[in-house]
């Protein structure tokens, strides 16, 4: 766990790292910006939507928390869809689907048509582009992942700094519903992004390949096609991957609360709506930063394979900020609060793919994302509603940062200490067959992967196999010719070069079809 996997893209296409993969960084960016940039901005809509359907935090809070739900929970039918469909397809249709339900919500009548809309069929949206954007993502880089990964996790602040200034000067100009209905229109970008996401392609065989070896190409095409799982429920027999799942479901227990209450907490102490929205605007602007920084930082040569570690620092360091800004108590140490916040946050949303993308590679990434985000959306629906309960009962955010902080920090404990006890042997023993290994000679020093070397084992053996078959019939031919001849022959002072072989036994059954008898050639 945290070692680094060499990977190939789909259909064994080597991942470019760099090229048009920077075209999709640019779409991964945008998506990851709205995907978790939504749930947070709509939370400047929520006094305005208690006092129009006279609800209360904990019901406002649902709001968030379904659109997380959906983003999360509907993986395993993300996966099902990208493995049939492509990725393209599937987020062009999110794309759709996230823009109609901000619309729909534009002309709700109760706070339930909002859970519906904005909740369900716009998080349902999101979560088509989301999945799919990250495996692009992961089929286009391999030695630069940890920086695109950071560098992708970047539009989540970049797009809360622009969405929670924009729905304030909205709310202000055009009320709530106006507001739902021109952040629908910017959700049509998705599938600008979706056009991006051009599907990695092998380089074309040249035109030498006979048609033999192609339609043997297609034959064993077909015979594997079957064997395809749309969902690879495999990875739950990795250990690393266990313990990955059960810290990242914990940690988002608390993850996503303080974001947002941060408003509303803001506005409890009598601050203007404006200068309450500015907290999340600071927030972003520091995790900007935070992300690719920390993305530079996990690709380092002595970190990366340890890079669970350092999101489990990442973790701890973000519940303790939320401990002890608990008990901010005026706007000065909120914006303190939100800056440290906004560092330590960064550093888990640059971490926590990247992790599990080193636990279970390319090829499984697909059906390990998504049935990792299945299982965080069970805490996902318990975090921020349980917050807003917890809020309603005892009206002191101090308890509210304080269950989160207590949260993120148990997460870290169990994903450090786990990962030490039961897999901190792994780094001795390779993390995949492609690991490079050097072999030096007293001339030269090169560089070969494990797997090639044993795939020239492999065909070795097999063509001195061959050749001794090939050599047992010539002796069985030669013999039955000599004992009619009454010649003596050794098999032991038999010689036969692998090309004269095949020559000699091509030769018999070309005369075979010309109507001569391979003992008249003889």
């Given at each position: 766990m945290g070692g680094v996997v060499v990977d190939t893209g789909a259909g064994g296409v080597k991942a470019p790292d760099g090229g048009w993969g920077w075209a999709v960084l640019a779409g991964c960016f945008v998506i990851t910006g709205f995907s978790y940039a939504f749930p947070k901005a709509v939370s400047v809509f929520y006094k305005e939507l208690?006092?129009?359907?006279?609800?209360?935090?904990?019901?406002?809070?649902?709001?968030?928390?379904?659109?997380?739900?959906?983003?999360?929970?509907?993986?395993?039918?993300?996966?099902?869809?990208?493995?049939?469909f492509g990725c393209r397809p599937v987020m062009m249709v999110g794309g759709l689907f996230a823009s109609l339900g901000m619309i729909l919500a534009s002309f709700s009548t109760s706070i339930i048509h909002i859970f519906l809309s904005t909740g369900v069929i716009t998080g349902l949206g999101l979560a088509l582009n989301f999945q799919p954007s990250l495996i692009m993502l992961n089929r286009y880089f391999s030695e630069k992942r940890p920086l695109a990964n950071g560098l992708s996790a970047a539009g989540s602040p970049v797009a809360l700094c622009c969405?929670?200034?924009?729905?304030?000067?909205?709310?202000?100009?055009?009320?709530?519903?106006?507001?739902?209905?021109?952040?629908?229109?910017?959700?049509?970008?998705?599938?600008?992004?979706?056009?991006l996401m051009r599907p990695l392609v092998a380089p074309k065989m040249l035109k030498a390949t006979d048609s033999e070896q192609d339609s043997k190409e297609g034959t064993e095409g077909a015979e594997k096609?079957?064997?395809?799982?749309?969902?690879?429920?495999?990875?739950?027999?990795?250990?690393?991957?266990?313990?990955?799942?059960?810290?990242?479901?914990?940690?988002?227990?608390?993850?996503?609360v303080p974001p947002v209450f941060f408003v509303s907490y803001a506005k409890e102490l009598g601050n203007e709506d404006t200068k309450?929205?500015?907290?999340?605007?600071?927030?972003?602007?520091?995790?900007i930063f935070a992300r690719p920084t920390c993305g530079v930082i996990a690709g380092l040569k002595w970190v990366r394979p340890r890079c669970v570690y350092l999101f489990s620092f990442a973790m701890i360091f973000n519940g303790i900020t939320d401990l002890i800004g608990s008990q901010a108590k005026d706007y000065a140490s909120l914006v303190v609060f939100c800056i440290f916040f906004?560092?330590?946050?960064?550093?888990?949303?640059?971490?926590?793919?990247?992790?599990?993308?080193?636990?279970?590679?390319?090829?499984?990434?697909s059906s390990a994302i998504g049935l990792v985000l299945l299982l965080e959306a069970i805490a996902v629906l318990v975090g921020p509603p349980g917050a807003g309960r917890l809020l309603d009962a005892t009206k002191n955010y101090m308890y509210v940062f304080l269950l989160a902080g207590s949260e993120v920090v148990l997460s870290a404990v169990v994903l450090a200490t786990c990962n030490f006890l039961f897999i901190r042997k792994k780094s001795s023993t390779p993390a995949d067959k492609l690991e490079k290994i050097t072999v030096t000679d007293d001339t030269k020093t090169e560089v070969c992967s494990k797997s090639a070397e044993m795939n020239d084992d492999e065909e070795k053996g097999a063509r001195e196999k061959q050749e001794k078959e090939t050599l047992k019939a010539v002796i069985k031919e030669l013999k039955e010719v000599t004992d009619k001849e009454k010649i003596e022959v050794?098999?032991?002072s038999v010689t036969v070069d692998s090309q004269e072989v095949e020559r000699?036994?091509?030769?018999?059954?070309?005369?075979?079809?010309?109507?001569?008898?391979?003992?008249t050639s003889l």
């Open positions: 208690i006092r129009e359907f006279g609800v209360g935090y904990s019901d406002t809070a649902w709001i968030s928390s379904i659109l997380l739900a959906m983003l999360y929970g509907t993986g395993p039918l993300c996966s099902v869809l990208v493995n049939c969405l929670s200034p924009l729905g304030q000067v909205l709310q202000y100009h055009y009320g709530w519903r106006g507001g739902f209905l021109i952040l629908g229109g910017l959700l049509l970008n998705c599938c600008v992004c979706a056009a096609k079957p064997k395809s799982k749309l969902l690879d429920f495999s990875v739950f027999r990795d250990c690393g991957f266990l313990i990955y799942t059960l810290a990242a479901s914990i940690m988002v227990l608390g993850l996503f309450s929205a500015l907290l999340l605007t600071i927030l972003g602007f520091v995790d906004g560092l330590s946050y960064g550093m888990v949303g640059a971490l926590q793919f990247e992790v599990l993308m080193a636990i279970v590679g390319t090829e499984r990434f050794r098999p032991e000699f036994l091509k030769e018999p059954q070309e005369k075979d079809d010309m109507g001569t008898s391979p003992e």
